[in-house]
């Protein structure tokens, strides 16, 4: 089966710009979500979605960050406007449904602001 | 506030030893714990599960082992292998209260497995 799609793979936009990443998840797969990985951490949840709707966002930061997935199948993360802080990994990982832990993730977008 | 603590950011072992790497817990609402293997511009792959009910669990290679009462669980890699050489997460969830799907991931533990 395919796997996790996500574009770009790297990205370097100037803080206060704007950007949007995609994520194509497994076929089939219930839940989707977004982690960010902050060089020298571990990936922390950003949103989770299951099928298009909103399960967990209480750590997106709802003013800079976006997210949506209609038609409950792909999905974009938008951040606008951009923080140096937001240098980051962006992985998303899809499970058939919530209560599968072990997920597949994609190879995720590397953002850097400057 | 870090809930999930891995405190060796590396490992090195020679090949065909065994690699143990630590990962520490402070909710005691976690009760499912997963290891992910992570190698240079790839996302994490699942390595190996564990639930609160067990204490030991092992798949080919690798064996988890969690100590609830320590809150502490260990990978055991035996034996080790160049292959192996990647980042190593540890990650809890609160399966039994929440059931979400959220894990709550550790810093990592970079292996390195020396030919």
């Known amino acids: 089966e395919a796997g996790v799609a996500q574009s770009p793979r790297y990205k370097i936009i100037e803080k206060r710009q704007s950007v949007a990443f995609w994520c194509n998840p497994i076929?089939?797969?219930?839940?989707l979500y977004w982690y960010q990985q902050i060089l020298g951490q571990g990936p922390k949840l950003l949103i989770q979605?299951?099928?298009?709707?909103?399960?967990?966002d209480s750590q997106l930061p709802k003013d800079r960050f976006s997210a949506e997935r209609l038609k409950g199948v792909d999905s974009t993360l938008k951040i606008q406007p951009a923080k140096l802080e937001d240098s980051a990994v962006y992985l998303c990982?899809?499970?058939?449904?919530?209560?599968?832990?072990?997920?597949?993730f994609g190879s995720g977008t590397r953002l850097t602001v400057v | 506030d870090q809930q999930v603590k891995q405190n060796s950011p590396s490992l090195s072992v020679q090949e065909g030893r065994i690699s143990i790497l630590n990962c520490d817990y402070t909710?005691?609402?976690?009760?499912?714990f997963l290891w992910y293997k992570k190698y240079p511009a790839e996302g994490p792959t699942f390595l190996i599960s564990?639930?609160?009910?067990?204490d030991k669990n092992e798949d080919g290679r690798f064996t988890v082992f969690l100590n609830k009462s320590a809150k502490h669980l260990s990978l055991h890699i035996v034996p080790s292998q160049p292959g192996d050489s990647a980042v190593y997460f540890c990650a809890a969830a609160a399966w039994g209260s929440s059931n979400t799907g959220k894990l709550i991931f550790g810093q990592g533990t970079t292996l390195q497995v020396k030919p």
């Open positions: 076929s089939g797969h219930a839940t």
């Open positions: 990982a899809s499970s058939p449904d919530s209560s599968n832990y072990g997920y597949t």
């Open positions: 564990i639930s609160s009910i067990k």
């Open positions: 909710n005691s609402m976690f009760d499912y």
């Open positions: 979605f299951q099928n298009n709707g909103v399960v967990d």
